[in-house]
């Protein structure tokens, strides 16, 4: 498929004996991850800071901040880390996970966070469980919601109208048809 104009082959993975996804991986794509985040940056809306969640965010996040020259962007972690000053954290469900799992927000992060726009980004954006994580995050900082934006849309997160993506990212059936 064409993404942020650069073609990319991805793996299909079986998500069950009915449904297979297009396996994207933005780590280790450079190009990719650059491309991708001007062209989101381009549709962007005005915020302060960005929030992701650990792991396949991070680059995007990372990019998106060098490219506007953003001093700080926020990581909710999977686990606590000793260098956490306090946190708190919301539990989230997501497909390519097999178990129900904690996202984590260090206190610290959250002062920052409080009273300021915060944009939310990840890599795709399917059942829309991690966004719904860092929108709870984000609400129990007392940061505001600026947008939602994310590389790919799978499933039914395309006829979402408050996600900003670049591309739909299809279901497949067992035989490799599109859903």
Same mark, same amino acid.
């Given at each position: ?13 079986k998500l ?91 206190? @610290?992060?959250? /002062? ?5 726009? #915060? !944009?939310?980004?990840? *890599?795709?954006?399917?059942? =829309? ?7 709870k995050l984000t609400e129990? @900082?007392?940061? /505001? ?5 994310? #590389? !790919?849309?799978?499933? *039914?997160?395309?006829?979402? =109208? ?18």
């Open positions: 498929m064409k993404i942020a104009g650069l073609d990319r082959s991805l793996p299909l993975c069950n004996d009915e449904v297979y996804i297009a396996a994207f991986v933005i780590f280790g794509d450079a190009e990719l991850t650059v491309a991708a985040a001007a062209a989101l940056l381009e549709r962007a809306p005005e915020y302060d800071y960005l929030l992701t969640a650990e792991a396949k965010g991070i680059p995007l996040a990372h990019e998106l901040a060098r490219q506007r020259d953003d001093s700080k962007y926020f990581v909710a972690r999977k686990s606590p880390k000793l260098y956490m000053t306090g946190l708190f954290s919301v539990d989230v469900d997501s497909i390519t996970t097999e178990s129900r799992q904690k996202l984590y927000l260090d206190t @610290a992060d959250a /002062a920052l966070i409080r009273g300021k726009r #915060i !944009l939310l980004v990840d *890599d795709v954006v399917s059942t =829309g469980n991690s966004l719904a994580a860092l929108e129990a @900082a007392g940061g /505001a919601i600026a947008g939602r934006m994310s #590389i !790919l849309a799978e499933g *039914d997160a395309q006829k979402r =109208g408050d996600i900003v993506y670049l591309e739909k990212l299809p279901l497949f059936k067992p035989d490799g048809t599109i859903i």
